[in-house]
């Protein structure tokens, strides 16, 4: 299975922009790119998933390198509420089903 | 819609012990999924299911059984259980598509003693 390496951990300060970097160089071409976050005591939720295109929502942007080895999820404007793990994450399709493989993820402080 | 819930929310079990999670989805989601999760670490994925009456094997099989008899439950079991599956235990659920996300429970925390 392919894996996700990234940061143990991470500072930011209030209201700047923070770019998490994910390496994921063995990745298939089919594989999508995910990122979820986790906040104290709580199950992960998602934040954002692309293929081969950059891609805004409300919550982040995700850029994807052009060999697509590598990923930065971008966060426009920390907030203390953004404090968390951040996971990057491979969707694999194998025989038409499909398992996610998590890393260990990076803990983002949000300094105020 | 409550999403994906868990139960129960917390246990402690006595080594040897036998228990069983019950996770529920109303998004009539056809993935769903165990997970572990232990102090400081990512998530490892025990078992899965893509549809009613089937489930396959994650990571971390061993010691666990999981049935899908319902398209809306995942069932976790534990036969016998180890000091070694204390743990948090999430499951989540997800779409059928390529894109789909997924959603996670609130966790059962597991102490085996």
């Known amino acids: 299975d392919a894996k996700t390496t990234q940061p143990n951990s991470m500072e930011s300060n209030e209201e700047e922009p923070v770019h998490l970097p994910c390496n994921h160089s063995?990745?298939?071409?089919?594989?999508?790119i995910h990122w979820y976050r986790q906040l104290p005591s709580q199950g992960p939720e998602y934040v954002i998933h692309?293929?081969?295109s950059n891609v805004n929502n409300r919550m982040a942007s995700l850029a994807i390198a052009e060999d697509r080895k590598s990923s930065t999820l971008i966060l426009h404007r920390a907030t203390l509420r953004d404090a968390a793990v951040y996971y990057c994450i491979l969707k694999q399709s194998t025989s038409g089903t499909y398992k996610y493989i998590f890393g260990t993820g990076t803990r983002l402080k949000v300094l105020a | 819609n409550a999403g994906v819930t868990q139960t129960p929310k917390f246990r402690v079990l006595k080594t040897g012990q036998s228990m069983t999670l019950l996770c529920a989805q109303d998004?009539?989601?056809?993935?769903m999924y165990w997970y572990r999760q232990d102090p400081g670490m990512g998530l490892r994925l025990i078992h899965y299911s893509v549809g009613e009456g089937t489930t396959a094997k994650g990571e971390v099989p061993d010691g666990y059984n999981v049935s899908r008899l319902k398209k809306q439950n995942f069932l976790l079991g534990l036969e016998s259980a180890a000091p070694s599956q204390t743990s948090v235990y999430f499951c989540?659920?997800?779409?059928?598509?390529?894109?789909?996300?997924?959603?996670f429970g609130p966790g059962t925390r597991l102490t085996v003693t």
């Open positions: 989540a659920s997800s779409g059928s598509g390529r894109q789909g996300e997924q959603y």
């Open positions: 063995t990745i298939s071409g089919t594989d999508y």
């Open positions: 998004m009539n989601h056809e993935y």
């Open positions: 692309g293929l081969t």
